[in-house]
């Protein structure tokens, strides 16, 4: 298969409602990473949300015993300027921050 990227980003922007998202996919199973976005967009004004999935095992999932096996859980960001993000990407993670922009 080759190499893969152990780190995966996408990001959107809604200018209209001021809002843009940094989605962050970390596939390395034991190391966490600092991961810095540059942003090409509106200005950032600030983060609103950080939320991860992570977790011990990559195929855990919910069932009826365990309806929160899986569930989003606070994460880490910071604006670094209004064109970087700065977020924190733990193993086996998807990591979605949602900021304001100008």
Do not use: H, Y
């Amino acid at each position: 298969m080759g190499n893969v990227p152990l780190v995966d980003c996408a990001a959107t922007c809604a200018e209209e409602e001021k809002r843009g998202a940094v989605f962050l996919v970390n596939r390395d199973l034991d190391r966490g990473f600092t991961v810095e976005v540059n942003w090409n967009g509106p200005p950032i004004a600030g983060i609103t949300e950080v939320s991860v999935l992570s977790g011990d095992d990559p195929c855990a999932s919910n069932t009826w015993e365990r309806p929160d096996a899986v569930r989003p859980m606070p994460g880490a960001a910071r604006v670094v300027d209004e064109t970087r993000v700065r977020l924190e990407a733990r193993p086996m993670s998807l990591t979605v921050a949602v900021f304001c922009v100008r």
